[in-house]
């Protein structure tokens, strides 16, 4: 597990070599810090999932619960909630309107914050969208406010959980052998090996090398990747049977801890290149737009 002083030092790394993204990480590298502080400070019951029930997971290769079986830390979330609105403030100027009349939201009715986390935990669109038209604030700010909160809940609950994948046969390729949510990046160990990372619940998981992290398709003729020169730590890989796109690290060529929520935001410009070319990808939650 990464320390709060590797953190920061691979976020100052980051600034010196691309310093278009330094108003990004001011921002977000302070959410990274203040999501690792709470994660030391949760303290929640093992997810327990019944024998026969796992038998049936493990037998048809499933994940081993619903994202909504995850257990949140109320208190410790409402007070990230807090942190994360006040650094938007400092930080994140485009957020900053939004942010303090949710702060005021939280500390007048905290019910409505704990209705946001059940929407984000149950997938509930609708009722999203609902909030969304009542507080009149874009879904995607109330999606990143509220997950940022509640993810070191869902981060140790995954970290739990991986007790029951030791016996588990092959898991699912394209999808999070933990929660079944897809994955938002890929990345090369050390020794070559290719892993992808839940984009819910930040399990990681080991994957075949080649062919397509979503549909699995392996023509080699609807494979194709995109790289820079400059960042020779980045692979963009393309799928045209699904038309999506995975974002791939090679720490082989990377001399920084690698932090994969700092490499997921200062590679924005790489997800812009792949959409502007017509790809989409699965395993994004949302763009809160701060910048």
Known sequence: MITIEQLKHSSDLIKKTRPAYQPILDFYSQVFIAQEQSRQDIVLPPVVIDQDLLKIKQTN??????????????????????NICDLAVDFAPKLSANAKFLKKIDLAHSYHLNTLFSVILNNQSSTLHDLSRLWNIPEHELIFFGYSAIAPSIWICAEQLE????DMPDPPKGYCPICGNYPDMAFLDKTGKRHLKCCFCDHEWETKRMGCTFCENNDNNMQHYFFNDQEKEYRVNLCDHCHNYIKLVDLRQMDRTFYPKLEQVTTLHLDMKARENGYTSYGVLSNDGSN
């Open 61 to 82: 290769k499933m994940p081993l619960i619903d994202q909504s079986e995850f257990l949140i830390d109320s208190k410790a979330a409402g007070q990230l909630f807090d």
């Open 163 to 166: 007790a029951y994948l030791i």
